[in-house]
């Protein structure tokens, strides 16, 4: 599309949405004279016959009574006698006319509410196969999404005139808008320019309320040709089974001359209009009745529509109606096989990797059995206020079973609590504890601190709240002790809840199941990890000094540090044997600020390494983990809304059960996952109980996180670290030999 055309497409969607359609040139003529102010136009009487109608004013003038066009006071007619009585005492009537001079016993069928891409094409069908002519009735809205089958129409020798834009019930405010750029799409898509139109209802406005004269001359005013029918069989009242009548859909009396029959190939099902016109074509001929389009039978209409090349107006409207219907409709089709292949192919993709990974880490662990006098390990705890966990959390890691933890540093990042004072006196009773008090500087800081003293080369990480079990620590450094090359970086543990107390550490439970157990398990198959938990976690310690350390510039440290020596070579491994019980958040607030962090601090780490997206030199880590993390965040942000709406329009268009289809889909997949989490951490069964809820907590609360980070980074503030409050809930739920517990 050229840049005038998207110029135009945005003037024209300015136009839709903030003011009337009529802001383009005028299609016919200089324009529409003013609207004058009559009266008394409603409940007009009809005189006259034929296809066509219009208001008149009715007056007497020399000669006779006359019918004179309201707007410019030329005379239209003499009223015959009939016509005289017709009218009566009104000042206005509806004048029927059209069919020219020596026309007679003619049939012009009229459809109203297509082009259907299911019934239209049958009656062209049915219409071909007897070289019967028609006139199609089309609705601009159904044009704009079937524009072959209105394509064919014309192709094929039939009439195509306005039905208006989307079929409403017309008022005075809303028929310009309804009618103008129905013409503009027929010209852009056919190439056929028409002033001939029929209303809606037969004009009746909203609530059967009496419009139709003023309707009409509204319509006149604009410069159309109005057609009316002679005979309606109302052929939509036998659409659906459920509705269909008794009785067949009556024949016109053979006693009528001229008649333009009223019906529909489009707004339900027209089976039986299908069904009738096959009935009806040998019932006319055999009553001497010809078939012809309106323009045969009537000059006016024929004079009303041309063959025209379409204008920048008319493609202009087009686009902006394409973009109206059936971007939406494209956007939510793309978005739906996006989130089919990411939850549907990405989650069951993920689960066989994961039980593959399962299977080749038995085998590799079982190979190398674990040696509790391995590498020499440094333990390492940042603390600030963690009066109320520290000393359990400390208590864990000095029961842990590995004969060369030969340290354990805590760093005191300026607590104004108890913490400094629990941890000295347990330094007290055992000699591997060392606190450092500082200033309090942050967490990446405080870190940096401790690898800096930290007296050996492998470092395990956990936060003040965690509680190892007692192998943990020599299933996180087995890795380093069959690692000749020294280029492991990184292992990540499996980090479990242990406070189910509520719905949300539950969830939360869960959660952890499916994005440690089955998500970094098919990432570690990949050699593409992208994040190692900083509660249990062991690193080289030179590598983590030579990537700069934990960076303060994110909220995501640990993130940030993976990728860091991903960049410079290093590999990063997952254990699933070593596991820590943490405290999760209890209720939603604390919740909301942890995952606050960890959005935008992942998201801080995106960006910052965004070189390595889409890299082959970084593998799957590259090629898949970072670009599907990017998209778990563009997406969402940009049509999360647009997807929420179309969610509403689809409900309340009676397609709840697509929605619905849709949602056991997901959830399905999710049960997988779900239960693949549960049997590869070796878990409670009863975690599947949350599975119908999952995403009733997950949607909504990663819909806050993502507009929150963007809202923080559009502003450029900055963000702080939240620390969640700690209240020591957590215990070590599967137990192997030394424990703690409340």
């Known amino acids: 599309m050229s840049l005038l055309a998207a110029l135009t497409l945005a003037l024209g969607l300015l136009v839709i949405s903030w003011g009337p359609v009529h802001a383009s040139p005028p299609l016919f003529g200089k324009g529409p004279p003013p609207r004058p102010g009559l009266t008394g136009v409603d409940s007009s009487p009809f005189i006259g016959t034929g296809p066509l109608a219009r208001l008149v004013r009715i007056e007497q003038r020399a000669g006779g009574w006359v019918a004179v066009d309201p707007l410019t006071g030329d005379r239209v007619a003499t009223l015959t006698a009939a016509d005289r009585a017709a009218a009566g005492?009104?000042?206005?009537?509806?004048?029927?006319?059209?069919?020219?001079?020596?026309?007679?016993?003619?049939?012009?069928?009229?459809?109203?509410?297509?082009?259907?891409?299911?019934?239209?094409?049958?009656?062209?069908?049915?219409?071909?196969?007897?070289?019967?002519?028609?006139?199609?009735?089309?609705?601009?809205?159904?044009?704009?999404?079937?524009?072959?089958?209105?394509?064919?129409?014309?192709?094929?020798?039939?009439?195509?005139?306005?039905?208006?834009?989307?079929?409403?019930?017309?008022?005075?405010?809303?028929?310009?808008?309804?009618?103008?750029?129905?013409?503009?799409?027929?010209?852009?898509?056919?190439?056929?320019?028409?002033?001939?139109?029929?209303?809606?209802?037969?004009?009746?406005?909203?609530?059967?309320?009496?419009?139709?004269?003023?309707?009409?001359?509204?319509?006149?005013?604009?410069?159309?040709?109005?057609?009316?029918?002679?005979?309606?069989p109302n052929d939509w009242?036998?659409?659906?089974?459920?509705?269909?009548?008794?009785?067949?859909?009556?024949?016109?009396?053979?006693?009528?001359?001229?008649?333009?029959?009223?019906?529909?190939?489009?707004?339900?099902?027209?089976a039986e209009t299908v069904a009738y016109v096959r009935r009806l074509i040998p019932w006319a001929k055999a009553h001497?009745?010809?078939?012809?389009?309106?323009?045969?039978?009537?000059?006016?209409?024929?004079?009303?529509?041309?063959?025209q090349a379409?204008?920048?107006?008319?493609?202009?409207?087009?686009?902006t109606f394409q973009a109206r219907w059936l971007l939406p409709n494209a956007l939510l089709r793309l978005l739906f096989w996006i989130a089919v292949i990411s939850v549907v192919v990405v989650g069951m993709t993920n689960v066989i990797l994961a039980a593959g990974n399962e299977i080749s880490s038995r085998r590799r662990l079982a190979r190398a059995p674990v040696n509790s006098r391995g590498p020499p390990v440094t333990a390492v705890i940042a603390a600030f206020n963690e009066a109320a966990v520290i000393g359990r959390c400390l208590a864990a890691v000095c029961h842990s079973r590995y004969a060369n933890?030969?340290?354990?540093?805590?760093?005191?990042?300026?607590?104004?609590?108890?913490?400094?004072?629990?941890?000295?006196?347990?330094?007290?009773?055992?000699?591997?504890?060392?606190?450092?008090?500082?200033?309090?500087?942050?967490?990446a800081s405080a870190l940096n601190r401790a690898f800096v003293e930290a007296r050996a080369e492998v470092v395990v990480t956990l936060d003040a709240d965690t509680l190892l079990r007692s192998d943990t620590i020599d299933q996180l450094v087995?890795?380093?002790?069959?690692?000749?090359?020294?280029?492991?970086?990184?292992?990540?543990?499996?980090?479990?809840?242990?406070?189910?107390?509520?719905?949300?550490?539950?969830?939360?439970?869960?959660?952890?199941?499916?994005?440690?157990?089955?998500?970094?398990?098919?990432?570690?198959?990949?050699?593409?990890?992208?994040?190692?938990?900083?509660?249990?976690?062991?690193?080289?310690?030179?590598?983590?000094?030579?990537a700069g350390g934990y960076s303060s510039q994110t909220l995501a440290e640990d993130c940030d540090l993976v990728l860091a020596l991903h960049r410079r070579g290093y590999r990063v491994v997952q254990n699933d044997r070593a596991e820590a019980y943490t405290e999760a958040p209890e209720t939603l607030r604390d919740l909301s600020r942890q995952r606050f962090r960890w959005t935008f601090g992942n998201t801080q780490a995106l960006w910052k390494h965004r070189s390595m997206i889409l890299n082959l030199r970084y593998g799957w880590l590259g090629m898949f983990t970072l670009p599907s993390a990017a998209i778990s965040i563009v997406l969402p942000v940009v049509f999360l809304p647009f997807v929420y709406v179309m969610a509403v329009i689809t409900i309340q268009g009676k397609n709840g059960a697509m929605l619905l289809t849709y949602a056991a889909i997901f959830l399905a997949v999710q049960s997988v996952q779900a239960a693949a989490g549960v049997a590869l951490s070796r878990e409670d069964p009863r975690h599947l109980l949350i599975v119908p809820i999952y995403r009733l907590i997950a949607e909504p609360l990663r819909a806050y996180l993502l507009y929150k980070s963007v809202i923080i980074a559009l502003r450029g503030t900055r963000s702080r670290w939240n620390k969640v409050a700690r209240n020591g809930t957590a215990q070590i739920l599967a137990t192997t030999g030394a424990e703690v517990r409340r």
């Open 288 to 307: 001497g009745y010809t078939f012809h389009s309106l323009p045969q039978v009537s000059a006016e209409a024929t004079a009303s529509t041309t063959r």
């Open 478 to 546: 087995r890795a380093f002790a069959d690692d000749p090359d020294r280029r492991l970086g990184a292992v990540a543990g499996r980090v479990k809840v242990g406070n189910l107390r509520n719905v949300l550490t539950r969830w939360q439970a869960l959660e952890y199941l499916i994005q440690i157990g089955v998500d970094r398990s098919a990432q570690a198959a990949l050699h593409a990890i992208m994040v190692v938990p900083g509660a249990c976690a062991a690193w080289r310690r030179g590598a983590v000094l030579r």
């Open 310 to 319: 379409p204008n920048l107006w008319d493609r202009e409207t087009l686009w």
């Open 237 to 270: 009242q036998h659409g659906d089974a459920a509705d269909r009548r008794s009785r067949p859909i009556p024949l016109p009396p053979t006693t009528m001359d001229n008649i333009t029959i009223l019906l529909h190939d489009g707004g339900g099902n027209r």
């Open 89 to 232: 005492r009104s000042t206005f009537a509806i004048y029927r006319y059209g069919y020219d001079e020596g026309v007679h016993r003619t049939i012009s069928l009229t459809f109203d509410d297509g082009p259907d891409p299911t019934w239209t094409p049958q009656i062209l069908d049915l219409l071909s196969a007897h070289q019967v002519p028609a006139t199609f009735f089309v609705v601009g809205a159904m044009v704009v999404r079937y524009p072959d089958v209105a394509n064919r129409e014309v192709q094929e020798g039939h009439a195509i005139a306005n039905h208006t834009m989307t079929h409403p019930e017309l008022t005075m405010s809303t028929i310009e808008q309804e009618i103008v750029p129905t013409d503009r799409i027929l010209t852009a898509t056919t190439g056929v320019r028409t002033s001939l139109i029929r209303l809606p209802y037969d004009g009746y406005g909203p609530s059967g309320s009496d419009t139709e004269g003023e309707l009409l001359l509204e319509a006149q005013r604009l410069g159309y040709v109005v057609s009316i029918e002679d005979f309606d």
């Open 405 to 443: 933890l030969v340290e354990i540093i805590v760093i005191d990042d300026g607590s104004t609590d108890e913490t400094g004072d629990i941890v000295d006196a347990m330094a007290n009773r055992d000699p591997r504890i060392r606190l450092i008090r500082r200033p309090n500087g942050g967490k």
